[in-house]
């Protein structure tokens, strides 16, 4: 949130005090950036914007690079799907994805495939 508050604000504030970080996002929020676009459009534009989950489900270690050049982040072990490679994308590029996946890391023919949910944004996480 720091840097992110100097970057667009030129200003710091006290973070990890509930009330600062409170003022500190609506000031983001509620700031134009440089071409006069405020954030909160950009946030809300996005939010109607279907998504989906591309994940490269049994990626070769020898693609890890690649993968996480493209965008994609280790899931770790929260078990949706465990420990695989995935990145969230407009719904609209899924197909391109898959075609880059293909091209990209699931070149040795194993019959691997990629693992596509669509994401809910109204949905909240426990």
Not at 3 to 24: E, I, K, P, Q, S
Not at 41 to 48: A, P
Not at 88 to 111: C, F, K, M, Q
């Amino acid at each position: 949130m720091h840097a992110l508050t100097y970057r667009h604000l030129r200003a710091f504030f006290d973070g990890h005090r509930a009330v600062d970080d409170c003022r500190a996002t609506l000031e983001l929020l509620a700031t134009p950036t440089a071409d006069g676009t405020l954030p909160l459009r950009v946030l809300l534009d996005n939010t109607r914007v279907k998504r989906s989950r591309v994940c490269a489900v049994h990626s070769p270690f020898e693609t890890k690079d690649a993968l996480r050049a493209r965008g994609y982040r280790w899931s770790g072990n929260d078990g949706t799907p465990p420990k695989t490679w995935c990145r969230e994308i407009p719904s609209t590029d899924v197909d391109a994805e898959l075609a880059w996946l293909r091209e990209h890391v699931y070149t040795n023919g194993r019959g691997a495939q990629p693992m596509v949910d669509s994401v809910d944004l109204k949905r909240t996480r426990p």
